[in-house]
């Protein structure tokens, strides 16, 4: 079984640019995570995707992070413009369907940010 | 709001000692409990998880962990570690109540030493 993929790996980028992030979740899985991990930091969910409508975005910096999850599959989490605070690790995860916390996330590789 | 704590950011260990990563969060009202490990440039990976039942939680690589619940706290053991198990380990809790999003703890990285 495939995992869940990302990419770019990483991106460096100047701040006041705007960068885009990519996940391909798990086959099958309804639901889908972005996470920011700034060094030294647990994860910090940004947004949750049931199928193609979000769940819960309320950590989400929506004046400059934006996502979308269209047709209900891959998902693209946009920043514009950058901030030298936006500099972080992103991760993706995904589960089976539901929204229930037992339903074990399975976490892409990341995508590590610097901005400059 | 919810939080979770790991009381220790790093933790020095020699290979074949036993260590003891602690993790304790806010309320233990309908919680479910993971730990998570993360391997320098990768993504989380599950070690264990307690939904229900037996409060000692056997998970991957040899590690356990024991739900407490009037400590509110699910302390993550190994009894002999590896150079292998070098890695960041986070504690992280999902409330029922909160729609069952998990809150992570700040992590704490485990050295072990030969």
């Known amino acids: 079984e495939a995992g869940v993929a990302q990419s770019p790996r990483y991106k460096i980028i100047e701040k006041r640019q705007s960068v885009a992030f990519w996940c391909n979740p798990i086959?099958?899985?309804?639901?889908l995570y972005w996470y920011q991990q700034i060094l030294g930091q647990g994860p910090k969910l940004l947004i949750q995707f049931q199928n193609n409508g979000v769940v819960d975005d309320s950590q989400l910096p929506k004046d400059r992070f934006s996502a979308e999850r269209l047709k209900g599959v891959d998902s693209t989490l946009k920043i514009q413009p950058a901030k030298l605070e936006d500099s972080a690790v992103y991760l993706c995860?995904?589960?089976?369907?539901?929204?229930?916390?037992?339903?074990?996330?399975?976490f892409g590789p990341g995508t590590r940010l610097t901005v400059t | 709001a919810q939080s979770v704590t790991q009381l220790d950011s790093q933790v020095p260990v020699f290979e074949e000692a036993p260590v003891e990563l602690r993790c304790n969060y806010s309320s233990s009202v309908s919680v479910y409990l993971f730990w998570y490990v993360q391997y320098p440039n990768q993504g989380l990976q599950l070690l264990l998880k307690?939904?229900?039942?037996?409060?000692l939680v056997k998970g991957i690589n040899g590690f356990e962990a024991e739900f407490n619940k009037s400590q509110t706290s699910f302390h993550l053991r190994k009894p002999s570690v590896h150079i292998s198990d070098t890695a960041e380990y986070f504690c992280a809790v999902s409330w029922e109540a909160a729609g069952n999003k998990l809150t992570f703890g700040g992590g704490t990285r485990v050295l072990v030493k030969p």
């Open positions: 995860a995904s589960s089976q369907a539901g929204t229930g916390g037992i339903n074990e996330q399975y």
């Open positions: 307690y939904l229900s039942g037996s409060t």
């Open positions: 086959s099958g899985h309804a639901t």
